[in-house]
C-alpha cells in the first residue's frame, strides 16, 4: 500500500454527529458519543471518518451556519471532546476529516453582525451586497437552493445580501483577499490541531459571476420540482475563477502532510473533473456523486463507471460515494436486495468510497411526521419529498431503549424496525448486510486489485454489469452484478474461465470455483478470483 496515500486506498465513513450517538440524554448526538462507538468502525474496518458541521451554530440548517469557524458547538461538546476523539481515532488507526463551510457563514456571525452594520464597515465587503434593482427589487434572478429568492433585503442599509442558501446564511465574498486569509487561517487551526483532512461544503459555489448575470430558465423544470431548479445555475456556481480559489486551499493543506481536500461538488463530469486541479493542484477528491442519481440497471451504471474512467484527467485519483445526509438513503432508492448489490459495487470499484453512516445497515428512509419535521428546506417547500431528515435519523444500536442511541428522546424518530435492525443483531446475524459490508472492506483492504488496481470493464449484458481489477503479477479480481430479479448466466471469457468464489453478495456462496460460465441469482453480486495467468 505504500504506493498510495490512506485517502486513496482507504474506505471513508460519514458521520452526522447528531445522530451518530448521544452522551448526555439530550436527544442530539455529540463528540463523546462519537468517541465512545470508535469500536464500530474499527470492528466495520473503515479508514477515516468525515465528521459533519460540529462548529458554533445556531443551527438554522444544522452547523452548515457557522458563527466561530475555531470552536465547538456546545450541543456537541468542548474542544477538549474534541481533542481526545481526535486522540482516539488516531490512537486506533483511523483519520479523521472534517466538514469545512467556506461559502457562507451564518448571519449570526460576528463578521456578518458588523458587515451589515453599515455600508462603511470595514467588513462590508466581506460579504455580497448590492443594490436593489430598478423597481427596487432583488439584484437579479437568483435563487435560493432552499426555496425563493436568494436575495435578502436590510431596510437599514437599503441594500440586498446574497444568500445562496437560507437567508440566515449569508454567502462571503471570495474576491475579497481578507476572507480567503481568514478562512485559511481557520483551516490551519484545525490542521495543527491534527485533523487529517476537509470535506469542504458546496466548493463550486464560492465564486459568483462577475457581472451578476441573470440566470437561464430550465427548460426541464415542472411543477413540483424543487424552486431552485427553475434556473439553471449558470452563474451563480462553477464560475472560471474558482480554481484559483481551490489551489490555494490545497496550498494550505499542502503545507502540512498527508492531509485530504475533498470537494463536495455537483456538477456533470466532464465540470467535475475540472476540480483535480491544473496539474492535479486542486481537490485530491472531488465528490462524484453519479451513483447517487443514476437509473439503476446495468447498462446504466456501467457507463456511468466506463464515462468516468475515461474523464478522468491523467493523476486524478476516482472516488464513488453512494448516500449523504442531503439524499434518500440507497436503500430506499433502490430497495433491500439492491442495495446489497450497491454496496458491493461501492467496494468493488476504482477510487476512494465513501459509505454513509447506517447504510452499512441497510437502513431506509424513515418516514417523519409533519409535527417532527426538523429540515428546514422541508419547512420551506413542504410535501415535495424535499426534506432531509428521512436520511438522518438516529443510529440504532442494539434492543436497548431508543436503539442504544440516546437515554433522552431522540431529536429526529429512530427507524420503525430498529428491534431487529441494529447493530448488534446484524452483527451476530452471519447473512446481514451489515455481515456483508464488513467482508467486503475486510476484501478490499486485503487485495490490491480492489483498492489500487486497474478497472477494467468485461461485459455488460442484460441485467449483469461484470468488471475485473487488475494489480501488478497478483491474480485478477473478477466482480459480477445482477441487477435484475432472474437467474443470469455469465459466460466469461476464455482467459477468466476457472475462479475461485471470495464472495457472494448473499454469503452463503464460499470455497465454489466455477466453470465456463459464471451463474448469479436474482440481484446477486459475485467476487472472484481468477486462475493465474
Ligand atoms: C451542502 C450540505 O451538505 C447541506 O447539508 C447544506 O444544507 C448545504 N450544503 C448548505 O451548507
Ligand atoms: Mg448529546
Not at 500500500?1 to 485517502?7: E, Q
Not at 458491493?344 to 424513515?366: A, S
Not at 437515554?407 to 455481515?435: C, E, F, M, Q, Y
Amino acid at each position: 500500500m505504500s504506493d498510495t496515500a490512506w485517502w486513496q486506498h482507504g474506505t471513508i465513513y460519514q458521520v452526522y454527529p447528531r445522530s451518530f450517538q448521544d452522551s448526555d440524554g439530550d436527544g442530539v448526538g455529540d463528540l463523546k458519543g462519537i468517541r465512545q462507538r470508535l469500536d464500530h468502525l474499527c470492528w466495520l474496518g473503515v479508514d477515516a471518518l468525515w465528521i459533519s458541521p460540529i462548529y458554533p451554530s445556531p443551527m438554522a440548517d444544522f452547523g452548515y451556519d457557522i458563527t466561530d469557524y475555531h470552536g465547538v458547538d456546545p450541543i456537541f461538546g468542548r474542544m477538549e471532546d474534541f481533542d481526545h476523539l481526535l486522540a482516539d481515532a488516531h490512537g486506533r488507526g483511523l483519520k479523521v476529516i472534517l466538514d469545512f463551510v467556506p461559502n457562507h457563514t451564518s448571519d449570526h456571525h460576528p463578521w456578518f453582525m458588523e458587515s451589515r452594520s453599515s455600508r462603511h464597515n470595514a467588513k462590508r465587503d466581506w460579504y455580497i451586497w448590492r443594490d436593489p434593482a430598478l423597481d427596487g427589487g432583488p439584484p437579479n434572478n437568483w435563487l435560493a437552493n432552499f426555496g425563493g429568492s436568494a436575495w435578502e433585503y436590510d431596510p437599514a442599509t437599503g441594500q440586498y445580501y446574497y444568500h445562496a442558501f437560507l437567508k440566515e446564511q449569508p454567502d462571503l465574498n471570495w474576491r475579497n483577499p481578507a476572507v480567503r486569509e481568514a478562512m485559511y487561517d481557520a483551516l490551519r487551526f484545525w490542521l495543527d490541531r491534527g485533523v487529517d483532512g476537509f470535506r469542504v461544503d458546496v466548493l463550486w459555489h464560492l465564486i459568483k459571476d462577475d457581472q451578476f448575470r441573470d440566470n437561464p430558465p430550465n427548460p426541464a423544470w415542472l411543477p413540483g420540482h424543487a424552486g431552485i431548479d427553475r434556473l439553471l445555475q449558470r452563474y451563480s456556481c462553477d464560475r472560471p475563477e474558482i480554481h484559483s480559489v481551490v489551489a490555494e486551499m490545497r496550498a494550505v493543506l499542502d503545507a502540512y502532510s498527508d492531509r485530504v481536500l475533498i470537494g463536495e461538488i455537483y456538477l456533470p463530469i466532464e465540470r467535475l473533473v475540472a476540480y483535480y486541479g491544473r496539474d492535479m493542484a486542486g481537490a485530491h477528491l472531488p465528490f462524484n456523486f453519479q451513483l447517487i442519481f443514476a437509473a439503476w440497471n446495468a447498462r446504466d451504471i456501467a457507463r456511468i463507471v466506463d464515462d468516468y474512467e475515461a474523464a478522468l484527467p491523467q493523476g486524478g485519483w476516482p472516488n464513488w460515494v453512494l448516500g449523504n445526509h442531503d439524499q434518500k438513503r440507497i436503500a430506499t432508492r433502490v430497495g433491500a436486495a439492491q442495495a446489497r448489490v450497491a454496496a458491493m459495487l461501492l467496494l468493488t470499484l476504482r477510487g476512494t468510497p465513501t459509505l454513509y453512516y447506517g447504510d452499512e445497515l441497510g437502513l431506509e428512509n424513515v418516514p417523519i411526521a409533519p409535527e417532527q419535521v426538523q429540515d428546514p428546506w422541508e419547512k420551506n417547500e413542504p410535501g415535495l419529498g424535499l426534506g432531509r431528515d428521512p436520511a438522518r435519523t438516529p443510529m440504532p444500536w442494539d434492543e436497548s431503549e431508543n436503539a442504544g442511541f440516546t437515554l433522552g428522546k431522540p431529536w429526529l424518530p429512530l427507524n420503525p424496525d430498529h428491534a431487529t435492525r441494529n447493530v448488534a443483531a446484524l452483527a451476530a446475524d452471519p447473512n446481514s448486510i451489515l455481515t456483508l459490508c464488513r467482508q467486503l472492506i475486510a476484501l478490499r483492504r486485503a487485495y490490491p486489485a480492489l483498492h489500487r488496481g486497474r478497472y477494467l470493464p468485461l461485459r455488460t449484458e442484460d441485467d449483469i454489469f461484470a468488471f475485473r481489477r487488475s494489480c501488478g503479477q497478483q491474480r485478477d479480481l473478477l466482480v459480477a452484478l445482477n441487477f435484475g430479479q432472474t437467474v443470469k448466466r455469465l459466460a466469461l471469457p476464455p482467459d477468466a474461465a476457472g475462479a475461485d468464489l471470495l464472495l457472494s453478495t448473499g454469503l452463503d456462496r464460499i470455497r465454489e470455483s466455477t466453470g465456463e460460465v459464471l451463474q448469479l441469482r436474482p440481484r446477486e453480486g459475485l467476487v472472484l478470483q481468477l486462475m493465474p495467468r
